[in-house]
């Protein structure tokens, strides 16, 4: 499986931006697919994550402001991005990982990046 995300730039805070992941080769019928992301310096985080059946998990700190959206048909996964503050600014990873067989793949980043 191979991961392309796209959709990353240069916003001003309040902005919105959407990033777009897809999948390319055979996808588990149990799975999440997820975004993360890295600041310079920092560790990287969960942003936000939806499972194969629906079932959505954000971090704190974007709850209200991104929405995590998936489709089949197309192996896409979206991330709605309103509000962004200054904070928001990292490399977003898209991530897809397979649990019951332990799996965790990665495309590579798109930078965002906010300016207050």
């Known amino acids: 499986v191979q991961l392309q995300a796209s959709g990353g730039g240069l916003v001003q805070a309040g902005g919105s931006l959407r990033l777009s992941c897809e999948a390319s080769g055979a996808i588990w019928d149990d799975h999440f697919k997820g975004w993360y992301r890295q600041a310079p310096g920092e560790e990287r985080e969960l942003v936000a994550e939806i499972s194969s059946w629906g079932a959505t998990n954000y971090a704190e700190s974007v709850k209200g402001r991104f929405t995590i959206s998936k489709d089949d048909a197309q192996k896409m996964v979206y991330l709605q991005m309103n509000n962004l503050r200054s904070e928001d600014t990292a490399t977003y990873l898209c991530?897809?990982?397979?649990?019951?067989?332990?799996?965790?793949?990665w495309g590579q980043g798109t930078q965002v990046t906010v300016s207050s």
């Open positions: 991530n897809l990982r397979v649990p019951s067989r332990g799996l965790s793949m």
